[in-house]
């Protein structure tokens, strides 16, 4: 399975951006995609997961702000980001997961500016 995102950018504080991920390979069955996001100096954070069944999970810090969604007949996940804060800067990752396999994308830099 191979991950393409796009989206990623310099926003300013309170602005929105929205992140997508494309999905390709083998791809079939129970899944789940999501966003992952690492700032510097942190440890990689959950932001939000959805299934192929569109049950959403979110990270604490994005709850109300930031939304998943996926369209399953494009294999492609987005994330719709509002209310940016610069606590929100970090590299966002795309996940898909079909156990046992695991995969990532190659990171989206997302910057908010105050």
């Known amino acids: 399975v191979q991950l393409v995102e796009s989206g990623g950018g310099l926003v300013q504080a309170g602005g929105s951006l929205r992140l997508s991920c494309a999905a390709s390979?083998?791809?079939?069955?129970?899944?789940?995609m999501g966003w992952y996001r690492q700032a510097p100096g942190k440890q990689r954070e959950l932001v939000a997961t959805?299934?192929?069944?569109?049950?959403?999970n979110y990270g604490d810090s994005v709850k109300g702000r930031f939304t998943i969604s996926r369209d399953n007949a494009k294999n492609t996940v987005y994330l719709q980001m509002n209310s940016l804060s610069p606590e929100d800067t970090a590299v966002y990752y795309c996940?898909?997961?079909?156990?046992?396999?695991?995969?990532w994308g190659q990171g989206s830099q997302v910057t908010v500016s105050s």
């Open positions: 996940r898909y997961r079909q156990d046992p396999d695991d995969y």
């Open positions: 390979g083998s791809i079939f069955g129970t899944n789940d």
């Open positions: 959805i299934t192929n069944r569109h049950r959403t």
